[in-house]
């Protein structure tokens, strides 16, 4: 594909690294720095300009681009930016980066040409709330027209010498669909014993994988009543606004009193907002912290996250989720036995990576910081059969009449059904010319 990137801050050179591996990439921003940056490193060709500026897009016009991806910081550029590429060259799709979602939702999206938008700060306050109903669990992924979830969750037992194997987990109505295992991901087979501190991935009726989470944790909280968060930015703001339900308390602490003042005012009565440095371990106790069943480090910092988490460690918190902003850190705050959950700008990048993959028929999933991916789509009863694909670390399941069955035969659907396959990153170019040639 020709693709065109408005932006080159991180999430930008991200993006462009990854797409210049299969993919033609033309980056655009005013920081020529950047820009130069960026090719030292990545094989894509750049334009220096503003890309509020008509005038940036004057050498485009001639050519034909598949997508135009906005990425810069500023929801008003980016709206922009999409307005010129409308009007100025021939793009496919617009895919843009928002902080306000009013924008995309609104009629302004359709009248720019957007095809699709992603929210970043949304998507990472959802990703947390969707731990108040699986409190074991380490992150959760909803898939397109199923109710199945797919749920992260650590291996933690009091006997950790007790073992357990995969099979063991294995129902009609979920699955073991992978492990990362010393930060390598792999997809079990059936006699492959569980061993402690694995990440077990689990794909099927949300019931049961509450189930299954309960008996390989035992060390996360049975349920989450009381939440603090570090960190009353835009996105800790974002997250007690998703979090708060009737029955939850939570707690904002941050050391900024205008940030305080602002949380308060926006949150009113949903939040307790604490101006504090927070730096005191007395602190725990006077604020009643350590009665906490969920610590969230969510600055921009990812440093400052880990020593948050670090600390509620300490006090006896098992559940500390880290918002982790930069992948590099990524595996340091797993192996200090935090929960990671992405950040906006690493959301930003994952978001946009499975919107161009998904298409109208097949959609996809990333998990496991991207080693890992899974597709889905439906498949309506026709007269001809679906076989099994094949390969090392390749799964595929059929979801019918609310139960999961192995694809490893042929099989002839006789209702409409969903198809869902989940495969190393290694073997994802293989399963999407499966799943989409069917």
Sequence with gaps: MDI??????????????????????????RNSEALSRLQESV?????????????????????????FI???DSDEINIISCLIA???????????????????????????????????????ALSLRSLLDFPKANNVKSFYKTSFKLVSV??????????????????NYVSVVGIDRDKKFFIPSDDEMLLDKDMLYLFGAQD????????????MPRSIKNIVIFGADMLGIEIAKVLCRNNISIK????????????????????????????DIRFYEEEGLKNADMIIASSSNDEENIVKCVEAKEQGIEKVVAINNDIVHYNLMHSLGMMVIRGPKINAYYSILEVIGSSSLVREKLFCGGEAIGFIR???????????????????????????????????????????????????????KWINAL
Excluded at 99 to 120: C, L, M, Y
Excluded at 154 to 171: D, G, H, K, T, Y
């Design 208 to 219: 049961d994988i509450r189930q299954i989470c309960s008996q390989v944790n035992q060390n």
């Design 86 to 124: 409308q009007e100025k060259i021939n793009v496919q799709r617009k895919i843009v980066r928002l902080r306000n979602e009013f924008f995309a939702r609104s009629t302004i999206a359709q009248k720019v040409g957007i095809s699709d938008a992603v929210f970043p700060y949304e998507l990472t």
């Design 4 to 29: 065109i990137i408005a932006g080159v801050g991180g999430v930008g050179f991200r993006l462009a690294n990854a797409l210049s591996i299969a993919h033609n990439v033309i980056v655009m921003d």
């Design 154 to 171: 650590r291996v933690a037992r009091e006997n950790s010498n007790e073992q357990i194997p995969v099979f063991s987990l294995n129902s």
């Design 43 to 67: 094989d894509v060709l750049t334009i220096s300009g503003n890309v509020e500026d008509p005038k940036t897009y004057e050498a485009l016009k001639e050519r034909s681009f598949d997508l």
């Design 252 to 279: 904002i602490i941050e050391k900024d009193i205008t940030k305080c003042n602002n949380a308060a005012q926006i949150l009113q009565d949903k939040a307790t907002v604490i101006n504090s440095r927070y730096g």
């Design 70 to 72: 906005a990425v810069t």
């Design 378 to 432: 439906e498949v309506l009863p026709e007269t001809r059969f679906i076989y099994p694909i094949e390969g090392e670390n390749i799964l595929a399941f059929i979801i019918q009449n609310d139960a999961l069955m192995l694809l490893n035969k042929k099989f002839m659907p006789i209702d409409t059904s969903m198809l869902v396959c989940f495969c190393k990153k290694e073997a994802a170019e293989k399963c999407r």
